[in-house]
Each structure stands twice: as C-alpha cells, then as structure tokens.
C-alpha cells in the first residue's frame, strides 16, 4: 500500500497557491502547536474546511507514536520545525501570529507563557488573534494542573459511569466522547465564534479556554434534564437510551456477528416486530414489567440467523435497527459509499470531511504533513523569511 506524506513545498501545497477547492475557512490562517490529540484533530476540522493550518513541529517529534505519515489528524495542513526553548524559537512562533487569525495550543496551563507565546505576548503582536487553549481539566480548578487523559475527564463528568450493562464496569468508548466530542469539537466552536466576533466592528481577539470536562458535561445537558423530570435513572442500563430498554440496544446474531436496534417510536417498534418474527408473541412495548420477557425473545430470534441475513431482512424498512460494522467494514457499506463518507489518499482509507457544504464544499487535499516539510512554502506565502535556516 503506498502511503505519501504531505508533498513538501510545492505549487500544491495546502494554503498555497494552486490548491484545490476552497472550503468555507478559505483564507483564514491557523497556527497550531504541536501535541497530541484533541488539539491536532481540532486543526485537522479547520484544515478540512479550507483554513491554512501552519503546524509548528518540535523537532525530535513528541507526537503520535507511529509513522508521522500515517498520521491523518495531520492531513490538509502544512509543517515547520521551530525549537520553542531555542533564543530564537518563541519569536518565529510571533512572526506567524502576527499574520494568523488563530493560534491553537494544548499545553498545561502556564506552559505556553513560559515558552514566551502566551496569550499576552500573542496578542501584543495581533491583537484580533483569536487563542485557542484545548486541555482535559481547563485553565483553572483544582485539578488544572494536573495530568490525565479522556478516561480520567469523562470519569468525573458522569458520562463515563452512564456507559455499559448494569452490574459491570463502565464501558470505555475509546476516546471518542472526551478527546474529540467534549474536547476538539467544543474548541472548533468555540474558536469560530471568538473568530466571528474578532471579525465584527470593534471586535478583538480572545482567548478560548476549551476544557474535555466542560464539553463533556455539556454533551450530557438532555440527560440532566431528563433525571430532574424524573425520567431517567441515575445507573447504567436501566434507561431508554442506555440499552436498558430491548428495544434499544444491540443483539448477537447466529455467526457471532451484531445488529443494533433503535425502534424506539411505536410505529417503528410494530415494523421492527414484524419483521423480526415475534409481532404476535412480544408483548407492548411499554409493558416495563414484561421487557426482560421481550428481551429475550428479541435476542432468541437474532441468534437464529446470520448478521448479514438479518441485513438483508431489515434493509430498507423503517424498522431502525442496522448491523454493528467494524472500522474495516464501514468504508464498504453501501449507504456510507454512495455519499462518499470515506475517502481514500495515498492508499490511506479514513473519514472524509464532515459536515458538507452545498457551495464552499470541503476537500482533503493533501495527506499528513510530515515535520518540517514545508518550511520553504510557508516562508514565502506568510511572509516569514526567518523560518528559513540561515545561510553559513
């Protein structure tokens, strides 16, 4: 499988001259200080969206530990190495500021001031830069200064104690819910709207303080709802949406493989029941004193045929119920392939860009940037000659 990092500096180059599309972001520029995570997905989104994403890598790495060309969170973007605890470091870090829109870090707090490319030193040189800051715990609170990761984050927001069958462990869900959901998402929309304002008369920049635990506690805004309505109960797997309702969850099919279910309206229910086989023996489906009775008809009746026969029963209706793909199998199903929702670059299958725009629509453009490859470009089209090594 042939795999090509992002081209180094050439007519093509993201950001640069002769590339490809626009997107909705064209023409905003972004700095991004290397890390790992929330913060480099975070710029992948802008970058996705049109935006020139300038990625100042350390040298010696400190990212991903895998080849930085099969880093996708990095596509679109463009690389200089810029040794920030260097006496020249933190200045060429300025000189990009001072011609950026946004800057986005993922440092502990007080680490990007000590470096000398805080937020008071960035907007001494640019004063409409809007800095986006992404950390698990934020820039205060007990807890600020202290290590931890999407597990320790979601753990304490109660997000992670909703996930997973009743009497188990929680479920850990990747780092889909922290890292990204609570963490890169809420900083794209945080920088955005700070952009927004930065843009407006008399608008100026901002710092955006994006922290996993508040976007997580956010994410979870319905369910506090619906536990202060007295409709939701605060364990795992005894709620409607938590798989503690059988007809909302997933089920084991013949071949070891799953389907999941999500007839959760009546009329949908009745389709689903039909379907299944059991129409006449399930009983109502808001007889709570029967849903063990109904889940295990329900699971009885999967185990009798194959995932992808119970597929092809299922196909079409408006039953709500689909089969539980693995990462592997996703690109190939035919609805995500008709729309296109992966894409294939350098022989590297992933996620296309998301959501889609009817007249700016966005392009991957270009595959990781791999450190330090496009020094060259960006000191010509951002007008920072300083990037480039000095000659002996």
Not at 11 to 19: A, E, F, I, K, S
Not at 183 to 212: E, F, K, M, N, W
């Amino acid at each position: 499988m042939a795999v090509t990092g992002n081209v180094p500096d050439g007519p093509g180059t993201p950001g640069g001259p002769g590339r490809p599309g626009g997107g909705p972001l064209a023409g905003v520029r972004v700095v991004e200080l290397a890390g790992i995570g929330p913060g480099p997905f975070a710029a992948m989104l802008l970058a996705d969206l049109g935006a020139d994403v300038v990625r100042v890598d350390r040298p010696g790495g400190g990212a991903l530990a895998i080849d930085p060309a099969y880093d996708v969170t990095n596509r679109g973007k463009r690389s200089v190495l810029v040794d920030l605890k260097s006496a020249e470091g933190p200045a060429r870090v300025l000189d990009l500021v001072e011609r950026a829109d946004v800057l986005i870090e993922g440092f502990r707090p007080g680490v990007a001031e000590r470096l000398g490319v805080g937020p008071a030193a960035c907007h001494a040189r640019n004063p409409k830069l809007v800095y986006g800051r992404m950390t698990g715990w934020g820039q205060d609170g007990p807890l600020a200064h202290t290590a931890g990761h999407d597990i320790a984050y979601i753990a304490v927001t109660g997000a992670l104690g909703m996930i997973g069958n009743p009497g188990e462990p929680p479920a850990v869900p990747a780092n889909l819910v922290g890292d990204y959901a609570g963490g890169s998402l809420y900083l794209v929309i945080g920088v955005l709207a700070a952009l927004q304002h930065a843009r407006t008369p008399g608008g100026a920049g901002q710092v955006v303080d994006a922290a996993i635990v508040d976007g997580t506690a956010h994410l979870t805004a319905m369910i506090h709802g619906m536990m202060a309505a007295g409709g939701w109960q605060d364990r795992r797997g005894a709620n409607l949406l938590d798989g503690g309702c059988p007809f909302y969850g997933t089920y084991e099919t013949s071949d070891g493989g799953y389907m999941a279910v999500g007839a959760l309206e009546q009329q949908f229910y009745d389709t689903f029941t039909e379907l299944l086989g059991i129409k006449e023996q399930a009983p109502a489906r808001k007889d709570l004193a029967r849903w063990g009775e109904l889940r295990e008809a329900v699971a009885a009746r999967f185990k009798s045929r194959t995932r992808q026969e119970w597929t092809e029963v299922f196909e079409g209706s408006d039953a709500c119920v689909a089969p539980v793909l693995s990462l592997g199998e996703a690109p190939l199903h035919p609805h995500l392939a008709a729309r296109a929702t992966f894409t294939d670059l350098g022989g590297i299958t992933q996620p296309a860009p998301a959501p889609r725009f009817s007249a700016t629509p966005a392009a991957v453009t270009s595959g990781p940037a791999l450190p330090g490859a496009h020094t060259a470009s960006v000191a010509r089209d951002w007008d920072v000659p300083a990037l480039l090594p000095k000659e002996v």
